[in-house]
């Protein structure tokens, strides 16, 4: 079975502030992806990232970046000189590449709120 | 990346009448997916809309409460039938997206359909 954890519910921080969500997965499947996606309050689910199992570089665009480490099973995600249009739910998601069948597994979900 | 129009955006319907909610992508995809996202709460895979053939329903969903259709490969339509307040809920379609060898495959989500049956 797949898990995901983002034992953050929610984070407040103010402008300018860096901030990172974490993501934490367990799956026995040795191949896999690792999403993140913003919710903005309009609902619309927006990708972000996605990280195949086999690349471990992490990667950076614009204020954004993202760390993934196999060793510990997590995949956490920064934001950078925050601001106030990041402000949304951030999922962390996995997708096993094994018998799963293709199912996303998402986490619980971030509530970042960015304020002035 | 592809390109997912959900309609509608949003209704508010009557309790024990049924919303159809329609998907449409911008390109031939073999995966679609029907998701719900119940207030505050994270997203649960319904079902897999499968082309031409009866969609894959996950624990929990039945084909009666929540019939799919899947007449090609750009388009899929999900009915929640039998409206209660308990299925006033964000619908969400997706896709994947298959990348290049390597590289991996994306799973795109559309707009939502927001619920509110009262």
């Known amino acids: 079975a797949q898990k995901v954890t983002q034992a953050q519910t929610e984070i407040s921080v103010v402008e300018k502030e860096d901030v990172t969500l974490d993501c934490v997965y367990e799956?026995?499947?040795?191949?896999?992806?690792l999403f993140w996606y913003k919710q903005p309050p309009s609902g619309e689910l927006v990708f972000l990232i996605r990280r195949n199992s086999f690349d471990e570089q992490n990667e950076i665009s614009g204020r954004y970046s993202w760390n993934f480490q196999k060793s510990t099973s997590s995949f956490n995600f920064t934001i950078t000189a925050s601001q106030v249009v990041d402000s949304a739910v951030y999922f962390c998601a996995l997708l096993p590449l094994g018998g799963g069948g293709n199912k996303l597994t998402f986490g619980t979900g971030t509530q970042l709120k960015v304020e002035l | 990346s592809a390109v997912i129009s959900q309609k509608p955006s949003r209704d508010i319907c009557q309790r024990g009448t049924s919303l159809t909610i329609q998907c449409q992508v911008d390109?031939?995809?073999?995966?679609m997916f029907w998701y719900r996202q119940q207030p505050g709460q994270s997203l649960t895979l319904i079902a897999t809309?499968?082309?031409?053939?009866?969609?894959?329903?996950e624990s929990g969903f039945v084909i009666d409460k929540f019939p799919i259709s899947r007449p090609n490969l750009t388009f899929s339509t999900l009915t929640v039938s039998n409206l209660s307040p308990e299925d006033s809920s964000i619908y969400l379609c997706?896709?994947?997206?298959?990348?290049?060898?390597?590289?991996?495959?994306?799973?795109?989500f559309g707009e939502g359909s927001w619920l509110t049956v009262v």
């Open positions: 809309a499968n082309q031409g053939s009866e969609a894959t329903y």
């Open positions: 997706s896709v994947e997206e298959v990348g290049r060898p390597l590289s991996g495959n994306t799973i795109y």
């Open positions: 799956t026995r499947d040795t191949t896999y992806y």
């Open positions: 390109s031939q995809v073999t995966m």
